[in-house]
């Protein structure tokens, strides 16, 4: 490796815990996740193992009370977790970031009762979640899924099939969005679901671009029966829980996004260091200098833009048009990034000898996730100039 190769990300942290935490995560990262990473997405496999060890390390439930074995670390530590994992291998960033996404219905709406009752288990009892919003008919027009909730006596029978499902049929629990009421958003009731409940069942994993080791899979559910104990909120309240989730996971794949983006300019600055042409290195060339700069300042300003966000959201201020940008931003320059990381390497970028084509691939994903890219322009655009006219 050469002298000149990317330190750790200089980070602004809250406490002295904070800073420990960062240090346990990277220790981890180096010594668990990245040595295996290109690898195991290469056979496509799921490093169960990996969250096991992050649940018996206190790093499955941060953002949450300590009561119920969270962490009670604010959003603006949380993410930067979450950047470091993203940074070693994206399906563990991501996979932690779903995770806290589906704990995110009992941990705001749930009764005391089922926060005691479910929230240990979850935070740090080994379990893994999903969250089940989209569906093979409903994807950005999340308010007109068609998965039905019918009252059964002192219970539910749920009936329909989740789509593009991260940890869909491999998850302990699901936090489920169904129909219990009338058409659009009004009539959508929240449930958390078993992953053994009779009925329900997973498809085969999608065979994807990138991010082959985690997961996605239509959820099915087939006559699953759940008690009335085991719904989130009031009924009729799931859409706005669901969204209300969406403005921190949006933030989640921000900090993601700038994880992989920081792995693919270390990779690249790295290479650039090291590879000699015409008598000395090749980022000694302007050409070269200038991407570097470029993609550099790019992440950074990433970087400041979601922990703004989170900053605002730690101290209970409106965040959810900055969540939109940041996820906008931060995906956006994942994707130019890790392209350009590919164009710094020449033709060994393009090879899989080399992490930077499979960094690329993974982004590409980040920009449709938990709404796409044009969704968050509408959003931003709805902030500054109201709903649109019907």
Known sequence: ?????????????????????????????????????????????????????LSNSGLLGLPYDSEYGGGDQPYEVYLQVLEELAAARLTVGLGVSVHTL??????????????????????????????CLSEPASGSDAASLRTKAVRDGDGW??????????HGGIADFYTVMARTGEDGSRGITA??????????????????????GSPTAQVHLDGVRVGDDRRIGEEGQGFAIALSALDSGRLGIAACAIGLAQAALDEAVRYATERRQFG?????????RFMLADMATQIEAGRALYLTAARLRDAGRPFAKQAAMAKLHCTDTAMKVTTDAVQILGGYGYTADFPAERYMREAKVLQIVEGTNQ???????RHLAGPEAR
Request: charged share 25%; hydrophobic share 40%.
């Open 1 to 53: 490796m050469s002298d000149s190769a990317p330190q750790p990300v200089e980070r602004q942290l809250p406490t002295d815990e904070a800073r420990e935490l960062i240090s346990l995560v990277r220790d981890i990262a180096q010594r668990e996740i990245a040595p295996k990473a290109a690898e195991e997405e290469d056979a496509g496999h799921f490093p169960r193992e990996v969250f096991t060890l």
């Open 102 to 131: 589906a704990c995110y219905g009992i941990a705001a709406y749930g009764t005391k009762q089922q926060q005691v009752e479910h929230l240990p288990a979850m935070l740090g009892g080994g379990l893994l979640g999903a969250y």
């Open 157 to 166: 029978v749920i009936t329909g099939t989740k789509a593009w499902i991260t």
């Open 191 to 212: 449930f958390l679901v078993p992953g053994d409940a009779e009925g329900l069942s997973g498809a085969a994993p999608e065979k994807k671009m990138g991010m082959k």
């Open 280 to 288: 000395r290195p090749i980022s000694d060339f302007q050409g070269l």
């Open 375 to 381: 969704i968050q322009r509408m959003v931003i655009a």
